[in-house]
């Protein structure tokens, strides 16, 4: 009897096909074990993490069996490697698993993340890390310890070159956040994210301190107090959301044009134009919320706000006007009238500092009285801190136009993207004041003794500064006298405040963002 033996390339397909389903299987029954693991505690496992995030069956994983018996399945597990596609654009990911191992990082794990941020530089695309980790793998000792050494490196190599968003969706604890805190954005969730150096138990055994997770790391104290984080997510579905929503506006990489749209223009924009002016109360005492004004200026009234709850005083975040990626800093009227403190110094230059490195232009709405003062500001390192979004401003190449609103004064007024700083094209409204100081604030030093003649003749001491502050004012604050030592391109009415950015910015676009002179690396305040 002869025996018949099956064609080569059927073996191997047959090969191929025992193996994928092997593969699927280890898959299926990880997952399985996954979702006991985490559905318990509200949290989605790392794979339908990556299934929310990414436009449908665009992931494809990269070292699944990366470092070891695939038979175990388990060596390089806690982690998660890809790419796939938000909006149809690729991005690198990575999705820690808590269900293997507390999504510790091992050798394993080190080395897939490693890979994957290397793919996201090679072809400069963004990367986004989800989080869910107890920190490093303590049987593996120093080896994990040097594994976070390595992803910090590559992390900080990758800054500027392509976006980095971290979304935290359980702990992070230990030596690991300094990974999140090197990228460009933070996302937490309510209730399940959790950030801190050193834990409960560490604390309480160093100081005697008593304290809780919510109160040592939670994402409410990250978002409004400590300003680590960028948004505040209701759950994961929300984080993933916002995620996705940020990647509207951002380039794929620093060479690459920042996104534009297709917009034609509607007869509401022209009714939200009209309404402008009204939003905004004549007085200069009186508050207002700046984040209605940009409503009435962007495209559809879309605009997605970075780190909302923290340094509130100055509003910072992402909008299209004319179908064009912009980035928008501005003050905020309704906190503590828009004054510049340390904090609200520093998340703007910082955001300023991430549209510089990405050709995003910015775009500045200005209604400023100065610093806040006090010595606790003072003490705190207003000086070296506030200097920071000088930094940011002198040192950006992107295309930046300013509209002064309502009031900008003194040192405010000059870090707040004027032209004396950088800004390409300066804007400003007729009743806008631009000053050294308010006019009641200049009359009281300046005219001490005539407010003090005045009384003594029987006004008041309020009748006497109004009437001199008038007198001031129309002599030495108004946007004329801007106008005419070119610190102002032109007076605008309120309702043209959207047209003229949108003119502004399709003259910067061909703006030659070179650095003129010789090479060197400015040393900015830290």
């Not at 299987?25 to 693991?37: N, P, Q």
């Not at 070296?384 to 300013?402: D, E």
Request: proline fraction near 4%; include cysteine; hydrophobic fraction near 40%.
């Amino acid at each position: 009897m002869s025996v018949q033996h099956l064609p080569a390339e059927r073996t191997v397909s047959k090969d191929r096909e025992d193996f994928k389903d092997f593969r699927t299987g280890l898959v299926k029954k990880a997952e399985d074990l996954a979702a006991e693991r985490q559905h318990p505690k509200e949290k989605l496992t790392a794979r339908e993490r990556l299934t929310q995030l990414l436009d449908e069956d665009t992931f494809v994983e990269v070292g699944q069996f990366w470092g070891g018996d695939i038979n175990k399945g388990f060596t390089g597990a806690g982690v998660i490697t890809g790419y796939g596609k938000i909006d149809g654009r690729k991005v690198a990911v990575y999705s820690q698993d808590f269900s293997v191992r507390g999504g510790t990082l091992g050798e394993a794990e080190g080395d897939k993340i490693l890979h994957v941020i290397d793919l996201a530089m090679q072809m400069k695309v963004p990367i986004i890390a989800l989080l869910d980790s107890g920190g490093a793998r303590i049987q593996e000792g120093v080896v994990a310890l040097s594994q976070y050494g390595r992803i910090f490196k590559k992390t900080c190599q990758a800054s500027g070159y392509i976006p980095q968003v971290s979304v935290i969706l359980g702990p992070c604890a230990g030596g690991a956040v300094y990974g999140p805190a090197l990228t460009d954005f933070i996302i937490m969730t309510r209730s399940t994210s959790h950030m801190f150096v050193t834990g409960p138990d560490v604390v309480k055994a160093a100081t005697g301190e008593n304290v809780s997770f919510e109160e040592l790391g939670g994402a409410e104290l990250h978002n409004l107090q400590s300003g680590v984080s960028h948004y505040l997510a209701e759950d994961e579905a929300d984080a993933l959301d916002y995620t996705r929503a940020l990647f509207t506006y951002l380039p794929s990489n620093c060479d690459e044009a920042p996104p534009s749209y297709a917009y034609t223009p509607t007869e509401e924009d022209q009714v939200l134009a009209q309404r402008l002016s009204a939003l905004v109360p004549a007085s200069p005492k009186q508050p207002y919320d700046m984040v209605e004004v940009i409503g009435h200026i962007v495209d559809y009234g879309e605009f997605v706000q970075v780190q909302e709850l923290f340094a509130s005083r100055v509003i910072v975040g992402f909008a299209c006007i004319g179908g064009e990626s912009v980035g928008i800093v501005a003050n905020q009227p309704q906190v503590d009238a828009g004054t510049l403190d340390i904090d609200a110094s520093e998340k703007a230059a910082r955001f300023v500092r991430f549209c510089d490195s990405f050709a995003i232009p910015i775009v500045t709405l200005v209604d400023v009285p100065g610093y806040r003062p006090g010595t606790q500001q003072e003490q705190a390192g207003i000086i070296r801190r506030g200097a920071k979004l000088i930094s940011s401003y002198a040192n950006a190449t992107v295309p930046m136009v300013t509209i002064v609103l309502r009031k900008a004064y003194g040192g405010a007024y000059i870090v707040m993207g004027s032209k004396s700083i950088g800004a390409d094209f300066n804007f400003v409204w007729p009743d806008a004041e631009i000053a050294v100081m308010g006019a009641e604030g200049a009359v009281s030093i300046m005219n001490r003794r005539e407010i003090k003649a005045a009384v003594e003749q029987g006004k008041t001491l309020q009748e006497a500064t109004a009437e001199l502050a008038r007198a001031y004012a129309e002599e030495n604050i108004n946007p004329s006298l801007s106008l005419q030592r070119g610190e102002m391109d032109a007076i605008i009415a309120p309702s043209e405040t959207r047209k003229t950015i949108i003119a502004a910015l399709e003259l910067a676009k061909t703006k030659d963002r070179s650095y003129h002179g010789i090479k060197r690396h400015e040393n900015g305040p830290l």
